[in-house]
């Protein structure tokens, strides 16, 4: 019997009650499966910082080294967010987890059911058969970890931040070839996005991008944007783009923008994976829901678990290599969304079922 070892990290707020759900359908497809999970959960973010004051404790640390990859809820909210800004959770645990392990790519399938194009903000007869894109950001570079960062209070008494934003050549090459795979596996289409008209970075980045394609994958259609016309085109017409890749803050704003388009933060997973290989030699990777910890709805029992769900699925796809039982995730969800079962998150509006019930309807289409 297949032994999956893995790390629970639940964080905040919805992130437990998802988690919960998450680990019910996976230990009843497990069962079907005949696989064995073997996890521990462990403290992180605020959870972190309340019960070992620390947002990444040492002891979470070494749970995730141990394992062959990390199930993760989401971090932070506004019992922390008085904290000074490096020991916030997202800052002072999801940050370092990403560096820590090298998480450099971020993939973030950005999907929307045909049965529920009306979920979506854009008009239903431009996206007549949903939404199928995939953004893939880099994540350990650019303005989000570059030195100097700091804020300094100058000698005429004004206040000034800086922020410094940089890319080296080789890590642009290694986001290349994650975002040339997965073009690879779908239609042959890669955009990249940049902003290389006032950015020396993004300059280094199209030249990569270009010189990287034409020599490993000329096959593929290539094309560039820029980043603020590429925010309009997601919502004009996103099936343009079938897989796109950019830096981590463009990245960052444009998955977002993705998942809205995409009807609902509460159906998005992402994938973050590095160069480390786990004890399978399979990719270590992160796999974790696109939305917060909403605390605005936590504790009511109504937060879609689907994301939650769906990152099993990733995992069970990129660190285990178990498509098969990852088809059958993601095919149960579709059904039991697309059924009638759906929460009443931020896109589908109207009564909700509740996180539980959604799961037991997960279940009952496995
Ligand atoms: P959010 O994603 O938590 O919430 C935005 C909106 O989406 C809210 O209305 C929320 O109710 C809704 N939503 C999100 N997930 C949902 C789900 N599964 N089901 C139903 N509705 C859902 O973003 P925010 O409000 O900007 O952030 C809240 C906290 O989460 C902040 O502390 C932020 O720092 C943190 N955060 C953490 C992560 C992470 O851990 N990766 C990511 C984003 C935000």
């Given at each position: 019997m297949p032994t999956l070892k893995f790390a629970v990290l639940p964080g905040d707020y919805i992130g437990p009650e998802v988690m919960t759900e998450a680990l019910r359908v996976f230990a009843h497809v497990a069962k079907q499966e005949g696989l064995t999970l073997d996890y521990a959960i462990a403290d992180v973010g605020g959870a972190g910082i309340d019960?070992?004051?620390?947002?990444?404790?040492d002891s979470t640390l070494k749970l995730c080294e141990q394992s062959d990859a990390i199930l993760f809820g989401s971090v932070g909210g506004?019992?922390?967010?008085?904290?000074p800004p490096k020991e916030q959770p997202e800052r002072a645990a999801l940050l370092p987890l990403r560096k820590h392990f090298t998480l450099f790519a971020n993939i973030r399938p950005g999907l929307l059911y045909r049965e529920l194009a009306d979920a979506s903000p854009i008009k239903s007869e431009r996206i007549p058969d949903g939404i199928d894109i995939v953004c893939i950001r880099e994540l350990?570079?650019?303005?989000?970890?570059?030195?100097?960062?700091t804020t300094t209070t100058l000698p005429d008494g004004d206040v000034q931040s800086i922020d410094t934003m940089i890319y080296r050549k080789s890590e642009i090459e290694r986001i290349t070839a994650t975002a040339i795979a997965a073009a690879r596996a779908r239609k042959k289409k890669l955009c990249s996005i940049d902003k290389a008209n006032v950015l020396e970075t993004s300059v280094l980045w199209r030249k990569t991008v270009t010189d990287y394609v034409a020599k490993n994958a000329p096959e593929l259609e290539l094309s560039h944007m820029y980043v603020d016309n590429a925010a309009m085109q997601l919502v004009r017409s996103p099936n343009q783009f079938d897989v796109f890749v950019t830096e981590n803050m463009f990245g960052d704003i444009l998955s977002d923008e993705m998942a809205c388009v995409c009807g609902s933060l509460g159906m998005l997973s992402s994938a973050s994976l590095g160069t480390r290989k786990n004890s399978l030699g399979l990719s270590f990777g992160l796999f974790e829901p696109?939305?917060?910890?909403?605390p605005d709805i936590a504790g009511k029992g109504i937060a879609n678990p689907c994301a939650q769900i769906l990152s099993v699925a990733l995992m069970l796809r990129?660190?285990?290599?178990?498509e098969k039982v990852a088809v059958r995730i993601e095919t149960a969800v579709k059904k039991a969304v697309t059924s009638g079962t759906r929460t009443g998150d931020i896109a589908f509006g109207g009564k909700s079922v509740g996180t539980k019930a959604m799961a037991d309807a997960i279940i009952a289409a496995l």
């Amino acid at each position: 019997m297949p032994t999956l070892k893995f790390a629970v990290l639940p964080g905040d707020y919805i992130g437990p009650e998802v988690m919960t759900e998450a680990l019910r359908v996976f230990a009843h497809v497990a069962k079907q499966e005949g696989l064995t999970l073997d996890y521990a959960i462990a403290d992180v973010g605020g959870a972190g910082i309340d019960n070992h004051g620390k947002a990444l404790p040492d002891s979470t640390l070494k749970l995730c080294e141990q394992s062959d990859a990390i199930l993760f809820g989401s971090v932070g909210g506004p019992k922390w967010e008085k904290l000074p800004p490096k020991e916030q959770p997202e800052r002072a645990a999801l940050l370092p987890l990403r560096k820590h392990f090298t998480l450099f790519a971020n993939i973030r399938p950005g999907l929307l059911y045909r049965e529920l194009a009306d979920a979506s903000p854009i008009k239903s007869e431009r996206i007549p058969d949903g939404i199928d894109i995939v953004c893939i950001r880099e994540l350990t570079g650019g303005l989000y970890f570059g030195q100097p960062k700091t804020t300094t209070t100058l000698p005429d008494g004004d206040v000034q931040s800086i922020d410094t934003m940089i890319y080296r050549k080789s890590e642009i090459e290694r986001i290349t070839a994650t975002a040339i795979a997965a073009a690879r596996a779908r239609k042959k289409k890669l955009c990249s996005i940049d902003k290389a008209n006032v950015l020396e970075t993004s300059v280094l980045w199209r030249k990569t991008v270009t010189d990287y394609v034409a020599k490993n994958a000329p096959e593929l259609e290539l094309s560039h944007m820029y980043v603020d016309n590429a925010a309009m085109q997601l919502v004009r017409s996103p099936n343009q783009f079938d897989v796109f890749v950019t830096e981590n803050m463009f990245g960052d704003i444009l998955s977002d923008e993705m998942a809205c388009v995409c009807g609902s933060l509460g159906m998005l997973s992402s994938a973050s994976l590095g160069t480390r290989k786990n004890s399978l030699g399979l990719s270590f990777g992160l796999f974790e829901p696109a939305g917060g910890t909403a605390p605005d709805i936590a504790g009511k029992g109504i937060a879609n678990p689907c994301a939650q769900i769906l990152s099993v699925a990733l995992m069970l796809r990129y660190s285990f290599g178990l498509e098969k039982v990852a088809v059958r995730i993601e095919t149960a969800v579709k059904k039991a969304v697309t059924s009638g079962t759906r929460t009443g998150d931020i896109a589908f509006g109207g009564k909700s079922v509740g996180t539980k019930a959604m799961a037991d309807a997960i279940i009952a289409a496995l």
